[in-house]
């Protein structure tokens, strides 16, 4: 069975412009999560989904980020435009009941991005 | 602010020992405390704790949590090379520590 699937693995950009990373989740996972992770820190959630519904959003810097997942199945991460602080590991990760259930969940690979 | 403190941050170890990671917890409601090993790449779930003192066990490794206390430990017997790590807890898969990184000398 594959894992959860990330794309691109690594990405470099200059500030400023925009930056798209593209998660698809374990077959049967209908719940989503977008994390990023600074070095030497541990994932910060950025957004939640169940199915195609954002549950907890509350830490996406809405103002340069956004995100979807149209049919509840894979999903988009979306920066623009780019800040030298933006510079992390993005990981994606699913699990397959809503988060207050005994669950385990699984992460992607990451991708890691770099703005010069 | 909810959050999440693990210690120590760091722990250098010699092949064999056994080492407890801790792990305490301030948040509004809590649900469940996670537990990760993240070696080079992504987190891998290690356990999911939700009752006091109910100990989940995989191999050599255990961990207890206690909601009066609001921590929760991890311990690792016979640590093994292959045991170096950091090791990240959260609290329902949302708020994480900044882990403890775990070094084992061969």
């Known amino acids: 069975e594959a894992g959860v699937v990330q794309s691109p693995r690594y990405k470099i950009i200059e500030k400023k412009q925009p930056v798209a990373f593209w998660c698809n989740p374990i077959s049967g996972h209908n719940t989503l999560y977008w994390y990023r992770q600074n070095l030497g820190q541990g994932p910060e959630l950025l957004i939640r989904y169940e199915n195609e519904e954002a549950v907890d959003d509350s830490q996406l810097p809405k103002d340069r980020f956004s995100a979807e997942r149209l049919k509840g199945v894979d999903s988009t991460l979306k920066i623009q435009p780019a800040e030298l602080g933006d510079s992390a590991v993005y990981l994606c990760?699913?699990?397959?009941?809503?988060?207050?259930?005994?669950?385990?969940?699984?992460f992607g690979p990451g991708t890691r991005l770099t703005v010069l | 602010e909810d959050k999440v403190v693990q210690s120590p941050l760091s722990l250098v170890v010699h092949e064999g020992d056994t080492v407890t990671l801790n792990c305490s917890y301030e948040v509004t409601n809590f649900r469940s405390l996670l537990w990760y090993k993240q070696e080079k790449k992504a987190p891998t779930f290690l356990f999911m704790l939700t009752s006091s003192g109910i100990e989940k066990k995989s191999g050599r490794l255990s961990s207890i949590l206690d909601k009066k206390e609001l921590f929760s430990i991890l311990n690792i017997t016979a640590t093994q090379t292959g045991d170096s790590a950091v090791y990240l807890c959260?609290?329902?898969?949302?708020?994480f520590g900044k882990g403890t990184r775990l070094h084992i000398l061969p």
């Open positions: 959260a609290e329902d898969k949302i708020i």
């Open positions: 990760a699913s699990s397959l009941v809503p988060t207050r259930v005994i669950d385990t969940q699984y």
